[in-house]
């Protein structure tokens, strides 16, 4: 089963601990205190100490006698052999140099017959063209190792872009089942669709640059705008960048047809920021969103239609009545209705 | 070990224990912070305000580094996780499955039994392993209170190991052996892969367990050392609803359910009233757009196919074998013949749609996108910037969403459905009132 005692943090931490005593001889009751402190929950260290170290689990006891010899090695579950193997069925595994012994006398959890994804669209990667396979073992081994990528690739109008960039992440969208490259290249942050990749090779550089025809207006964010992980901010900040994001949103949903458990569902990726009742039926709320991705917000908004009214930014509410207008004007042209 | 000054754990709560023993308890409350962020403590049914407080606390402590952002609707107070889903490396609700409550015997009993094993290197019988494992932990000071455990709870423990599958049984004249199950995979050579579909595929906590046993090194006896890496985590993720984990309990069961061809008793919380059906599971679909997960099944009282949303789903009782299963699978084909999205309840009767789009040479990427996102459509280009899309769907009111994204670009619109139109019209109108729009254009 999934929820099990033996996946809990309480195994873990006592798993830990063990190992630290049967492997180290030398060891202060203190720094076993700060192993749990580290791997344990916040709550629940003080719980996890009085367990383990006060002797309740007779593996530990006061006077530090230790019920076992060997560090504990713990095999797997049938449960995680058969996602494991489950994987193996899955295109996106080709990706990844796996050794695949050990998986022969389980079942998968699941096939493809048994789970889908029934709104992506369409534009999936070519995750069984070896050269894509390539390319994506590079850029992973180029953001693993710290090195720099050489890399040239034909841009959505067919021109050929070349960079030299130190990649930071790979970026997985479910949405359209692709991989694209979140690269630094100098002042630059430049996104790259993987599939898109023609030729693409570790190197070592001083200088990143970017090289695109003049008449293709590629408009790149300026280095540290996009990259926004918790982890990434700290490296941002170590390279001299500052990494916030200012975009905010604000729209009235109005609760027809279930329209606010729709849209909550639908907005549960992006940060919330506020969100207040105004009466039974109109909910304000606030989010932030990438301006890299504004057309998709615009996207998400429209789909709801009136239901959703924006307030702010201005940038927003323009895009959403030229949409409108367009679309009367289309319809009075037309003949079609209105 | 040696002695010092001891210094004292960072809680100062020495008898909190944020174990839970059962998921449901929980799910609720962590619906409402994650997902639906204007709901207070008087809103959530909570049994009591403490219940509240308690599942507040767990969220914070459990969130981590990812914030719990406090907001006020009318003075009242109100909480909600408020994190860009790309800032997240690791599903934060993962933790919920790792605070399962301990038995103190069973965790005491499974290092023992690890260790036991390694040593005699052999199978044991029941009695062998309880010698072996009083010899253990006769040597610690509160050992006595184990006196107290019983040969039939001992079996009981062993047999829950093996049905995990960490202990395989062999029976010998009338005498079972137990021995532990090797652990053949290079678990190392999955890291990368485990980062990636431990957020991407379902029961993904899966992967974070096994990620878990990486980062311990104690999968194998000789586990391999990770390469020297710059950086932990090398994927992001966008459409990343990490509310899914609130159902993988559920969703574990109807997979199992559709493995074994079994019919379910569910019990089904539509916020409005609860009910009780029996189903037979077929497939689960998820929707990358909404956010949702749903499950096709027969609804075997009323003999008719029915999609069920995941997460109303609160329990699910195992029943007999369908006899028929393979027949009825079938179903699933017919379905997504015609499947749009989750609408099923005309099915097999279709509706038709027509929408024409207009561009110009400066919008093409409108019908790019309308080309990629057809589904079960079809489109034809009726020149350089029109083109036509055609589809026969259960529901063709279930496309308006969709619909309205190209909003601006519909030249015509049409279906057999003649609500569609009317709605779109009516709400091109709302529009102009909502926005201040003069619809003298």
């Given at each position: 089963m999934i929820f099990d005692e033996l996946y809990s943090v309480y195994y873990d931490v006592a798993a830990r601990v063990l190992k630290k005593l049967t492997s180290c001889d030398n060891i202060n009751k203190n720094d076993l205190i700060e192993l749990i402190s580290k791997y344990s929950e916040a709550e629940n260290d003080g719980y996890i100490c009085e367990k383990l170290l006060g002797g309740s689990w007779n593996l530990i006891d006061r006077n530090d006698n230790i019920s076992i010899s060997h560090f504990p090695v713990q095999p797997l579950t049938t449960l995680e052999r058969r996602w494991l193997k489950t994987l193996l069925n899955d295109p996106r595994i080709r990706l990844f140099d796996i050794a695949t012994d050990g998986l022969d006398n389980v079942e998968p959890l699941w096939t493809a017959d048994d789970y889908r994804v029934f709104d992506t669209s369409g534009t999936s990667d070519p995750w069984e063209d070896q050269n894509y396979i390539n390319h994506f073992k590079c850029i992973l081994r180029a953001i693993k190792k710290g090195l720099d990528l050489e890399v040239e690739w034909a841009s959505r109008e067919g021109y050929t872009c070349v960079s030299v960039c130190r990649p930071k992440l790979l970026e997985y969208a479910l949405l359209d089942d692709k991989f694209r490259l979140l690269a630094f290249a100098g002042e630059k942050e430049i996104t790259i669709n993987v599939a898109r990749i023609t030729r693409c090779r570790t190197c070592q550089s001083d200088a990143y640059w970017i090289e695109f025809p003049a008449d293709l207006d590629a408009d790149l964010p300026d280095a540290?705008?996009?990259?926004?992980s918790q982890n990434q901010r700290q490296q941002a900040a170590k390279l001299g960048g500052e990494v916030s994001n200012d975009n905010t949103v604000t729209f009235i949903i109005h609760d027809i047809d279930n329209a606010y458990e729709r849209v909550l569902l639908d907005f549960a990726v992006y940060q919330k920021q506020d969100l207040q009742k105004l009466d039974h039926k109109r909910y304000k709320f606030t989010l932030c969103y990438d301006k890299a991705n504004f057309n998709e917000l615009i996207i998400r908004l429209l789909a709801y239609g009136p239901k959703v009214q924006v307030l702010s930014p201005k940038l927003v509410v323009d895009k959403i009545v030229e949409h409108v207008k367009r679309q009367a004007e289309l319809f009075r042209l037309t003949g079609s209705k209105l | 070990m040696s002695q010092s000054s001891v210094i004292e754990p960072r809680s100062c709560c020495m008898t909190f224990n944020a174990g839970i023993k059962n998921l449901n308890t929980v799910r609720g409350y962590f619906k409402e912070f994650v997902i639906?962020?204007?709901?207070?403590k008087s809103d959530c049914n909570a049994k009591s305000p403490k219940t509240y407080d308690n599942n507040l606390r767990r969220a914070r402590s459990w969130f981590g580094i990812y914030n719990i952002h406090e907001g006020k609707t009318r003075g009242v107070k109100n909480y909600f996780f408020s994190v860009d889903c790309r800032d997240i490396e690791h599903n934060p609700l993962y933790t919920m499955y790792k605070m399962h409550n301990v038995n103190d015997n069973t965790i005491c009993f499974y290092f023992c039994l690890l260790d036991i094993m390694r040593d005699v290197q052999r199978p044991m019988t029941l009695s062998e392993i309880i010698e072996a494992w009083w010899a253990h932990i006769a040597p610690l000071s509160q050992s006595e209170a184990m006196s107290v455990i019983d040969e039939r709870t001992l079996r009981n423990k062993l047999k829950s190991f093996e049905e995990t599958g960490i202990l395989r049984t062999q029976k010998t004249g009338n005498k079972y052996y137990y021995s532990l199950n090797n652990n053949e995979i290079d678990l190392e050579s999955w890291r990368d892969a485990l980062h990636f579909f431990s957020e991407t595929?379902?029961?993904?906590v899966v992967g974070s367990y096994l990620l878990d046993r990486l980062n311990r090194g104690d999968y194998a006896e000789e586990p391999r050392s990770p390469e020297p890496s710059a950086i932990e985590m090398p994927f992001s993720f966008k459409h990343l609803y990490i509310h899914h984990a609130l159902d993988f309990e559920i969703v574990e069961q109807i997979f199992e359910a559709i493995k074994e061809h079994r019919i379910i008793h569910i019990k089904n919380d539509k916020r409005s009233h609860v009910s009780s059906q029996n189903i037979l599971p077929l497939k689960i679909y998820l929707s990358a757009r909404g956010g949702r997960q749903y499950v096709l099944a027969?609804?075997?009282?009323?003999?008719k196919p029915a999609m069920y949303r995941m997460d109303r789903i609160e329990k699910i009782t195992f029943k007999s074998v369908a006899k028929n299963y393979n027949e009825l699978k079938k179903i699933i084909l017919e379905f997504e013949k015609n499947q749009w999205g989750v609408s099923i309840d005309h099915f097999p009767m279709t509706e038709h749609i027509e929408m024409t789009l207009q561009t110009s040479t400066d919008d093409l990427y409108i019908l790019q996108r309308l080309e990629h996102e057809k589904r079960i459509g079809t489109v034809i280009k009726l020149s350089e910037t029109r083109y036509k899309y055609v589809a026969d769907v259960y529901s063709a009111h279930e496309m308006m969403p969709w619909i309205r994204t190209f909003m601006g670009y519909i030249a015509e619109l049409t279906s057999s459905n003649p609500i569609v139109e009317q709605k779109f019209n009516d709400e091109l109108k709302d529009y102009f009132k909502l926005y201040g729009v003069n619809d003298d254009i």
């Amino acid at each position: 089963m999934i929820f099990d005692e033996l996946y809990s943090v309480y195994y873990d931490v006592a798993a830990r601990v063990l190992k630290k005593l049967t492997s180290c001889d030398n060891i202060n009751k203190n720094d076993l205190i700060e192993l749990i402190s580290k791997y344990s929950e916040a709550e629940n260290d003080g719980y996890i100490c009085e367990k383990l170290l006060g002797g309740s689990w007779n593996l530990i006891d006061r006077n530090d006698n230790i019920s076992i010899s060997h560090f504990p090695v713990q095999p797997l579950t049938t449960l995680e052999r058969r996602w494991l193997k489950t994987l193996l069925n899955d295109p996106r595994i080709r990706l990844f140099d796996i050794a695949t012994d050990g998986l022969d006398n389980v079942e998968p959890l699941w096939t493809a017959d048994d789970y889908r994804v029934f709104d992506t669209s369409g534009t999936s990667d070519p995750w069984e063209d070896q050269n894509y396979i390539n390319h994506f073992k590079c850029i992973l081994r180029a953001i693993k190792k710290g090195l720099d990528l050489e890399v040239e690739w034909a841009s959505r109008e067919g021109y050929t872009c070349v960079s030299v960039c130190r990649p930071k992440l790979l970026e997985y969208a479910l949405l359209d089942d692709k991989f694209r490259l979140l690269a630094f290249a100098g002042e630059k942050e430049i996104t790259i669709n993987v599939a898109r990749i023609t030729r693409c090779r570790t190197c070592q550089s001083d200088a990143y640059w970017i090289e695109f025809p003049a008449d293709l207006d590629a408009d790149l964010p300026d280095a540290n705008t996009r990259l926004t992980s918790q982890n990434q901010r700290q490296q941002a900040a170590k390279l001299g960048g500052e990494v916030s994001n200012d975009n905010t949103v604000t729209f009235i949903i109005h609760d027809i047809d279930n329209a606010y458990e729709r849209v909550l569902l639908d907005f549960a990726v992006y940060q919330k920021q506020d969100l207040q009742k105004l009466d039974h039926k109109r909910y304000k709320f606030t989010l932030c969103y990438d301006k890299a991705n504004f057309n998709e917000l615009i996207i998400r908004l429209l789909a709801y239609g009136p239901k959703v009214q924006v307030l702010s930014p201005k940038l927003v509410v323009d895009k959403i009545v030229e949409h409108v207008k367009r679309q009367a004007e289309l319809f009075r042209l037309t003949g079609s209705k209105l | 070990m040696s002695q010092s000054s001891v210094i004292e754990p960072r809680s100062c709560c020495m008898t909190f224990n944020a174990g839970i023993k059962n998921l449901n308890t929980v799910r609720g409350y962590f619906k409402e912070f994650v997902i639906y962020a204007d709901k207070k403590k008087s809103d959530c049914n909570a049994k009591s305000p403490k219940t509240y407080d308690n599942n507040l606390r767990r969220a914070r402590s459990w969130f981590g580094i990812y914030n719990i952002h406090e907001g006020k609707t009318r003075g009242v107070k109100n909480y909600f996780f408020s994190v860009d889903c790309r800032d997240i490396e690791h599903n934060p609700l993962y933790t919920m499955y790792k605070m399962h409550n301990v038995n103190d015997n069973t965790i005491c009993f499974y290092f023992c039994l690890l260790d036991i094993m390694r040593d005699v290197q052999r199978p044991m019988t029941l009695s062998e392993i309880i010698e072996a494992w009083w010899a253990h932990i006769a040597p610690l000071s509160q050992s006595e209170a184990m006196s107290v455990i019983d040969e039939r709870t001992l079996r009981n423990k062993l047999k829950s190991f093996e049905e995990t599958g960490i202990l395989r049984t062999q029976k010998t004249g009338n005498k079972y052996y137990y021995s532990l199950n090797n652990n053949e995979i290079d678990l190392e050579s999955w890291r990368d892969a485990l980062h990636f579909f431990s957020e991407t595929a379902p029961l993904g906590v899966v992967g974070s367990y096994l990620l878990d046993r990486l980062n311990r090194g104690d999968y194998a006896e000789e586990p391999r050392s990770p390469e020297p890496s710059a950086i932990e985590m090398p994927f992001s993720f966008k459409h990343l609803y990490i509310h899914h984990a609130l159902d993988f309990e559920i969703v574990e069961q109807i997979f199992e359910a559709i493995k074994e061809h079994r019919i379910i008793h569910i019990k089904n919380d539509k916020r409005s009233h609860v009910s009780s059906q029996n189903i037979l599971p077929l497939k689960i679909y998820l929707s990358a757009r909404g956010g949702r997960q749903y499950v096709l099944a027969l609804n075997c009282d009323a003999n008719k196919p029915a999609m069920y949303r995941m997460d109303r789903i609160e329990k699910i009782t195992f029943k007999s074998v369908a006899k028929n299963y393979n027949e009825l699978k079938k179903i699933i084909l017919e379905f997504e013949k015609n499947q749009w999205g989750v609408s099923i309840d005309h099915f097999p009767m279709t509706e038709h749609i027509e929408m024409t789009l207009q561009t110009s040479t400066d919008d093409l990427y409108i019908l790019q996108r309308l080309e990629h996102e057809k589904r079960i459509g079809t489109v034809i280009k009726l020149s350089e910037t029109r083109y036509k899309y055609v589809a026969d769907v259960y529901s063709a009111h279930e496309m308006m969403p969709w619909i309205r994204t190209f909003m601006g670009y519909i030249a015509e619109l049409t279906s057999s459905n003649p609500i569609v139109e009317q709605k779109f019209n009516d709400e091109l109108k709302d529009y102009f009132k909502l926005y201040g729009v003069n619809d003298d254009i």
